[in-house]
């Protein structure tokens, strides 16, 4: 096949985020979005995994720092230098400010290279035409990923002659929102050296972590163990940490020398403007600025969460516990009519249509258990969280006197505390790794092994 020929199946397949139920609610809410005065009535985005808890804080350093940006009078004397033609590998103080964030958003314990971060207009623009093989996990161990799960999912594809080139895990989890522990992260490290294959590690929720256990890094693990460094890569990005998706800055980080050389060949086509580069390197730099972000994103973060769960717990919903990211993992099994995914998409849509929240089920992440759907606080304010609030409340009321009713208990199962929590993804429902650039599944949020 020809290179032309797999671009075209990369934009002409069915399987394009935007023909996916996720984009449904996005379409349900464009058509009726949601405002407090204008159109109390509308459709409430949950929909969208956005930081926009800290904006006050970037916008109060915007303000006081006028020459950040060549579109100012104090700013307006680097235009020129700004404005012509960079090479591919970047702005020197936009990669060490980059470095310096990703260090600090891990706890200052490990160091980074600016010379081998990789830049890209977003960390979606990173495709390939791959097959992508699911390492099978189940509520039978809380969704653990383990040592056998993934010997399991290898020797399958060996048996069917497919040729494994690397395992692709999230850390922290998306849609779960916990993370990985140390344990864990040196096992995944260890079955990835004795095979001899690569780890891509997405990492682009790193600084949403909010409560215990802290976050670790693949880069950490790969402080205190024997492995070939060349085998491991991070994903990462200012899109989820910093609440900047518009900003389209996506990051790979490799140990390995041709990535790095390839990567920066290939970033010329997907460049970070200049102008952003600019801005962002003045912004990342400034000690001071990045240290109070994090911490006051870390608090804002734990406190929306602990408000939205504690509200969903009065009628009795539970959530996957979790420490990190910027939504829940809510429960919903038990409003089932009928346990099955046709199931949980007729519950979807009475969310959407008639709750007016888009929410995203779990079946568009592909989860293996009907009846989980993902919901995101992080992107609204605290007015709108109560009042989708106060609607899941009516409604859950309302289907619990119907099926009290008709002679049906509702029970919500309680899930017991588990950190390492992951989704297993059905192959015959995600095939190719393409999405769309605001895709919930910008990248894999489960481990996969990942072959050619």
């Avoid at 984009?23 to 809410?29: E, M």
Wanted: aromatic residues 10%; charged residues 25%.
């Amino acid at each position: 096949m020809s290179q032309q020929q797999l671009l075209s199946k990369i934009a002409t397949n069915d399987k394009h985020g935007e023909n996916s139920p996720y984009f449904d609610g996005w379409k349900a809410y464009d058509r009726n979005p949601f405002h407090s005065t204008k159109n109390p009535q509308g459709v409430i985005q949950m929909g969208l995994a956005e930081n926009q808890l800290c904006f006050d804080l970037i916008e109060e350093w915007i303000r006081n720092n006028p020459k950040a940006s060549i579109c100012t009078p104090e700013g307006v004397h680097m235009f020129r230098d700004i404005a012509n033609f960079q090479d591919y590998h970047g702005l020197p103080q936009f990669r060490k400010g980059v470095a310096n964030f990703m260090s600090k958003a891990r706890g200052g314990r490990v160091k980074y290279d600016p010379e081998r971060i990789l830049m890209s207009g977003g960390a979606t623009g990173w495709r390939t035409g791959v097959q992508l093989v699911p390492v099978h996990c189940d509520s039978s161990n809380n969704f653990k990923v383990t040592r056998e799960s993934l010997e399991e999912a290898y020797d399958n594809a060996k048996k069917n002659s497919v040729n494994v080139k690397g395992l692709i895990i999230t850390n922290p989890s998306n849609p779960l929102g916990t993370t990985l522990d140390k344990e864990t992260l040196k096992s995944l490290v260890s079955f990835i050296n004795e095979k001899n294959i690569h780890l891509v590690c997405d990492e682009i929720y790193a600084a949403t972590v909010f409560s215990t256990p802290k976050f670790v890094s693949v880069s950490e693990v790969m402080q205190e163990m024997e492995c070939n460094k060349e085998l491991i890569h991070i994903i990462y990005s200012l899109s989820k940490d910093m609440g900047l998706p518009g900003f389209r800055v996506g990051i790979v980080y490799s140990y390995n020398d041709d990535v790095v050389s390839c990567g920066r060949k290939m970033s010329s086509f997907g460049l970070v403007s200049s102008q952003t580069q600019h801005f962002l390197a003045s912004l990342l730099s400034d000690e001071d600025f990045v240290n109070r972000y994090l911490e006051t994103s870390k608090k804002r973060l734990a406190k929306r969460h602990r408000f939205f769960t504690k509200g969903l717990e009065t009628v009795s919903i539970t959530c996957l516990p979790s420490n990190s990211g910027l939504f829940c993992w809510m429960n919903l099994r038990g409003l089932l009519k009928e346990q099955s995914f046709e199931g949980e998409m007729k519950l979807w849509r009475v969310i959407v249509n008639e709750v007016k929240l888009n929410v995203s089920p779990g079946s568009s992440f592909n989860c293996s258990e009907s009846g989980w759907f993902r919901v995101c606080f992080a992107n609204m304010d605290d007015e709108t969280v109560e009042v989708a609030l106060k609607r899941i409340r009516a409604f859950v009321g309302r289907e619990t006197n119907n099926n009290n009713n008709n002679g049906k208990r509702v029970e919500v199962k309680r899930w017991k505390s588990n950190n390492n929590l992951r989704l297993s993804f059905n192959s015959r429902r995600f095939d190719e790794n393409v999405m769309s650039p605001h895709h919930h599944m910008m990248s894999p949020h489960s481990p996969l092994v990942r072959a050619t």
